[in-house]
């Protein structure tokens, strides 16, 4: 059987924190990462409560192995840990839905995904019982990575 997933798809590790732009400057100081500007996103988010608009804020690093910082937002899957743990793998899938349905069925169930126009789109989240957390991204939204971050760096 095909995994849901490829290993090669792994393009991210992301930390949710409580100031995105602090902590930017903060591993700057400690480990030289260099980052996109902070990027922000109104979104409407479908979580185990219910659809919301969120407005996520975020950033990547723009050495590989890339770390996304995610601005957290209380009472959401988007909640800093006490220690500042990982938050979760991010791969890029060519197809969201299939591949979201695939997670689910191998334990990992749906926490939270993008909606447009009634339907999941752009990302989602899944967590498994030991709590381990996917996110994946419609591969489509961002076709070339490194442009991305380029086009998202401050000159």
Not at 34 to 45: D, G, H, N, Y
Not at 47 to 76: C, F, K, M, W
Not at 89 to 105: I, N, Q, V
Request: charged share 20%.
């Amino acid at each position: 059987m095909t995994p849901p997933l490829r290993a090669t798809d792994l393009y991210h590790t992301g930390i949710v924190v409580p100031d995105v732009d602090a902590w930017k400057d903060r591993m700057g100081e400690v480990a030289g990462h260099r980052w996109t500007a902070t990027m922000s996103a109104e979104l409407p988010v479908r979580l185990a409560d219910g659809d919301r608009v969120l407005n996520l804020r975020y950033a990547y690093s723009l050495d590989a192995p890339h770390i996304e910082l995610v601005q957290e937002i209380p009472g959401t899957p988007w909640t800093a840990s006490e220690h500042l743990a990982t938050h979760h793998l991010g791969y890029f899938c060519d197809d969201l839905t299939t591949a979201s349905h695939r997670l689910a069925e191998s334990g990992f169930a749906l926490e939270a995904c993008a909606v447009i126009d009634g339907t999941p789109s752009v990302f989602a989240y899944h967590l498994a019982p030991s709590g381990l957390r996917i996110e994946i991204v419609d591969r489509a939204r961002i076709p070339d990575f490194s442009a991305y971050l380029r086009s998202k760096t401050p000159q």
